[in-house]
């Protein structure tokens, strides 16, 4: 199937660091992204990782894929208050053509 | 400004009563894609478009028509709505697909409510 997996709700503090996880189910996917959804808006490409990279850092936000669990993560670091929204992993879907496929969502709630 | 504009933002309506949800970019993108986001489902896509007379069925088709005439608009037809499609879609659209790592551009959304 093209189930990709996250947990719905994460809520931290001021200033902690955020981690959401994602899991995705196309091993031959070539990249893998994360889109965020701010209250009342579509969704804007945050970030992209290609599949033989394992990390990649873009000032504040951080990606680390585990090729091997499938396992993609999005770490924030000093999360603030305007970050809070809803944040999408999404993968493309090998069919010949480039699909995405993506994930539920999750929602982060920053609180001061 | 490089958009995708949707109309309405809001809409009710009734069942069996057609309505049409417009979609438009300004960016020459030949890709345009519809979705359709419900609670705990993430965002689902509907149809797509690879260029003007090219479109292709998504993983939610059923309900739905869409026409590519001109390749900046990309409407969205529901010929006879059910409260099963009350939901919130968006339009998106990138410069070509199949590149790997390109952007999708979205719009800001309709939020369609069938009675």
């Known amino acids: 199937g093209e189930d990709v997996e996250q947990s719905l709700f994460l809520s931290v503090r001021e200033g902690d660091s955020s981690v959401i996880n994602c899991t995705y189910t196309d091993s031959s996917s070539t990249y893998l992204y994360w889109y965020k959804q701010e209250p009342g808006a579509g969704l804007q490409l945050l970030t992209y990782i290609f599949s033989n990279m394992d990390m990649k850092q873009d000032q504040r936000l951080t990606v680390l894929l585990n090729k091997k669990d499938k396992h993609l993560s999005l770490r924030i670091a000093d999360t603030q208050t305007g970050d809070s929204a809803i944040y999408f992993c999404?993968?493309?879907?090998?069919?010949?053509?480039?699909?995405?496929?993506f994930g539920t969502g999750t929602r982060l709630l920053v609180s001061p | 400004e490089a958009q995708v504009t949707q109309n309405p933002r809001y809409l009710i309506t009734v069942t069996g009563k057609k309505l049409t949800v417009t979609c438009s970019q300004n960016?020459?993108?030949?890709?345009m894609s519809w979705y359709r986001q419900d609670p705990g489902l993430g965002l689902r896509q509907i149809y797509y478009?690879?260029?003007?007379?090219?479109?292709d069925k998504g993983d939610v088709p059923e309900g739905y028509k869409v026409s590519r005439k001109e390749k900046r608009n990309f409407p969205l037809i529901l010929e006879s709505p059910s409260p099963n499609q009350t939901s919130l879609y968006f339009c998106?659209?990138?410069?070509?697909?199949?590149?790997?790592?390109?952007?999708?551009?979205f719009g800001s959304g309709t939020q369609l409510s069938v009675l």
């Open positions: 998106a659209s990138s410069l070509s697909p199949g590149q790997g790592g390109e952007k999708l551009f």
């Open positions: 478009s690879m260029n003007v007379e090219v479109t």
């Open positions: 999404a993968e493309n879907w090998s069919t010949g053509f480039q699909k995405l496929v």
């Open positions: 960016m020459n993108h030949e890709y």
